[in-house]
């Protein structure tokens, strides 16, 4: 079985950073960046739950999904 990889990726200009994602992220991967906005601290432990997307007001975050072998 192929195991899933995970990419999250935020756009600065696009996020306000208000933090929601931080707070809401289950596996703390999302963590506070330079000039406030979001990081990705911990990629390897990203279930692609979508918590951070799907609550982000600004629409700035992506969570992509790929099987091994594949680009994300």
């Known amino acids: 079985m192929a195991r899933k990889r995970v990419s999250v990726t935020i756009d600065p200009r ?3 950073k208000c933090g929601i994602c931080v707070e809401f992220c289950p596996k703390d991967v999302l963590g506070p960046g330079r000039d ?7 990629p390897e432990s990203c279930t692609a739950c979508r918590l951070c997307e799907l609550r982000c007001p600004d629409f700035a975050i ?3 999904e790929a099987e091994d072998g594949e680009r994300t």
């Open 36 to 42: 406030g906005v979001p990081a990705v601290l911990s």
């Open 62 to 64: 992506l969570v992509e």
């Open 14 to 16: 696009l996020c306000k």
